[in-house]
């Protein structure tokens, strides 16, 4: 194969993964008529129709289905092979993908990284912000970060978080209007602040625990968000009822601009977790960003 044909070949590789010839020509960093042209090329070079296209979206056909599961492998073994060379210099370099949810972007991985980027110029991190579930191989990210029970038993996982857990909060307005819940059932009724889960499509239910008794409620409310930090916000402005990371609303609570609802409901979930597949352990620059995360207990 010519060096120009594998290029051909790594440039339909993004197209179809990224099922956008904006996202993938962002990606390759040139322009989205460059893309396109070299795709049309290709497909009258092989005299066959690789991407169907239409005005909303981009997907491979048979064929390009077929094409796509042949070169990932190999190309992911040609980036593995290029890490692992990456070792015989003297400083670690290349770039490392993570997807994360929004609440540990803020409290964890964003504190820990920052001094990274100063220390090891030769390293890029990309953080993607996603509060649901990613499949970190098939995207080709190069580790994600969940919650220690979420993540598959086939991937070594590295904690990088203390225990934490969800509290409930309102403010001061909103409850000299509405009389505060006792009971986790007593938020039926009240004016909530959802949060809808993303890939599951659903709302999230509230959970809580006290004296050996688990229990979920479904809550109502006007807002939904699928972000912390806009729940916080609202919250703060006396719209309702929120249940989020205890860390994000400390302050708020101390300083009385929030009140702690239901705390002895509240249960400790487990910390956050580095995920990531073995193939990832040869490389010095992914072994940088491993140890500046990794949790030690105090």
């Not at 290349?94 to 990274?116: E, F, N, Q, Y």
């Not at 086939?154 to 000299?176: E, F, G, K, T």
């Not at 703060?236 to 705390?263: D, F, M, T």
């Not at 979930?269 to 949790?295: D, E």
């Amino acid at each position: 194969m010519k060096r120009e044909e594998l290029t051909d070949m790594l440039w339909f590789l993004a197209v179809a993964e990224e099922r956008s010839f904006t996202k993938a020509a962002a990606k390759l960093g040139t322009s989205q008529s460059a893309v396109s042209l070299t795709i049309k090329q290709l497909e009258a070079r092989l005299g066959l129709r690789l991407l169907t296209r239409t005005t909303r979206s981009v997907s491979p056909t048979e064929a390009g289905e077929r094409l796509l599961r042949s070169l990932s492998p190999h190309i992911q073994e040609m980036e593995a092979e290029i890490d692992a060379l990456m070792a015989f210099r003297e400083k670690p370099s290349g770039t490392v993908r993570i997807t994360l949810s929004d609440h540990a972007l803020d409290w964890i991985v964003w504190p820990k990284l920052r001094p990274v980027l100063k220390e090891y110029p030769d390293i890029h991190i990309e953080l993607n912000v996603d509060n649901g579930f990613r499949n970190i191989v098939e995207e080709r990210f190069d580790a994600g970060v969940r919650l220690g029970e979420s993540v598959d038993r086939d991937m070594i996982a590295v904690r990088i978080s203390p225990d934490w857990r969800l509290v409930v909060v309102a403010s001061p307005d909103y409850l000299a209007d509405h009389t505060p819940p006792q009971t986790p059932q007593d938020l039926v009724g009240q004016n909530c602040i959802n949060h809808r889960q993303p890939h599951a499509g659903g709302l999230y239910a509230w959970e809580f625990a006290k004296d050996g008794r688990d229990l979920r409620v479904r809550v109502d409310g006007q807002l939904t968000f699928n972000t912390s930090m806009a729940m916080v916000d609202a919250a703060l402005g006396g719209l309702g009822i929120a249940y989020v990371p205890e860390n994000l609303v400390a302050i708020s609570i101390k300083s009385g601009h929030l009140v702690q609802l239901l705390n002895d409901w509240s249960p400790m979930f487990s910390g956050y977790y580095l995920y990531y597949p073995t193939r990832r352990q040869n490389s010095p620059a992914f072994a940088v960003i491993v140890k500046a995360l990794r949790h030690i207990d105090a």
